[in-house]
């Protein structure tokens, strides 16, 4: 079964700007916290944003203001808009999400990744 999909990932130059998506399923949309990480090539994965139920928000420091992560409760989507990307940001960056409803017990999933390069 297939509980998020991410997508919006793409090619951009240093200083481009990229929105991601993540579509849930509304078990996961409606329970606890879901997020944004990334992997680099070679590096274990990171947190980049994660929001809470109850809306408190939190940012990885290398953020600096430039990302902002926010979700759509209607459409169950997940956002994380971009902005001034770094060669270095460029990683496979995945949706988080978690729910007991296939288990019975609190489960996180995770989508498959959506890429995003950043390179001139």
């Known amino acids: 079964q297939v509980k998020l999909v991410e997508s919006g990932g793409g090619s951009v130059h240093p200083g481009g700007s990229l929105n991601l998506s993540c579509v849930a399923s509304?078990?996961?949309?409606?329970?606890?916290?879901m997020g944004w990480y990334r992997q680099v090539s070679g590096m274990q994965r990171e947190s980049v944003a994660v929001?809470?139920?109850?809306?408190?928000?939190n940012y990885a420091d290398f953020v600096k203001g430039r990302f902002t992560i926010s979700r759509d409760v209607d459409k169950k989507t997940l956002f994380l808009q971009m902005n001034n990307l770094n060669p270095e940001e460029t990683a496979v960056y995945c949706c988080?999400?978690?729910?007991?409803?296939?288990?019975?017990?609190?489960?996180?999933?995770w989508g498959q990744g959506t890429q995003v390069i950043v390179s001139s």
């Open positions: 509304p078990s996961i949309f409606s329970a606890y916290a």
């Open positions: 929001i809470s139920s109850d809306d408190s928000i």
């Open positions: 988080k999400g978690g729910d007991s409803a296939s288990t019975g017990y609190y489960t996180d999933y």
